[in-house]
């Protein structure tokens, strides 16, 4: 079967649908190449999972930048268990900081703002919570399961990627300067 999902390249698909299912939904699909990946998926692979690697530890940066902000804060004197929430939850907690009366308040929900408009979350998500094409030629796709919905494919590109990953970083960047001396930092050694 020849197919093109959400303006991605057209590729054929040997599709089999096993009695026990009475209706297919193509996100679902287990795919996979016949003698399994030959070089071309094999180095697509390697870029794809960097990229995605790159958006995971943007996201744990961004994670880690909230719960620094939200203790400094709150002047918390206890660690990262103190704070142990979802991204969203992280969000909310600092959304209410912004709204006190806190040197802060103006820069922070300036950058929240700014997370939001660039639907950081929703990048990191769509990224940590997918099932990636992990094949050449079938364009950078990934089947997403939201939460009590039937899946949906994703088409995107590299491109796209390497942007989630860039602004997943600055978003971390932009919390953490608010942290300003205030909390403790370590650096390398400069190289020469």
């Given amino acids: 079967m020849s197919t093109q999902l959400d303006g991605g390249p057209s590729f054929d698909l040997d599709i089999t649908t096993p009695r026990a299912r009475s ?82 308040a103006t820069a922070l929900a300036e950058i929240l703002e700014w997370g939001e408009v660039n639907e950081l979350k929703r990048r990191r998500d769509d990224a940590v919570h997918a099932s990636w094409w992990n094949w050449d030629g079938v364009g950078v796709m990934r089947s997403r399961f939201f939460r009590k919905q039937d899946g949906a494919n994703i088409v995107c590109t590299l491109e796209d990627l390497e942007e989630d990953a860039r602004l997943l970083f600055a978003y971390a960047e932009k919390l953490d300067l608010l942290l300003e001396a205030d909390w403790p930092q370590a650096r390398l050694p400069r190289r020469t």
Avoid: C, N
């Fill in 23 to 104: 209706s297919v939904d193509i996100s679902t699909f287990r795919v996979g190449r016949h003698g399994g990946p030959d070089e071309a998926d094999l180095a697509y692979r390697e870029r794809l999972y960097g990229l995605i690697g790159a958006i995971v530890v943007a996201g744990g940066h961004v994670e880690a930048a909230m719960k620094r902000l939200i203790l400094l804060l709150r002047d918390e004197q206890g660690g990262f268990s103190l704070v142990d929430k979802t991204w969203s939850d992280l969000h909310k907690l600092l959304v209410a900081q912004s709204r006190r009366s806190i040197p802060q």
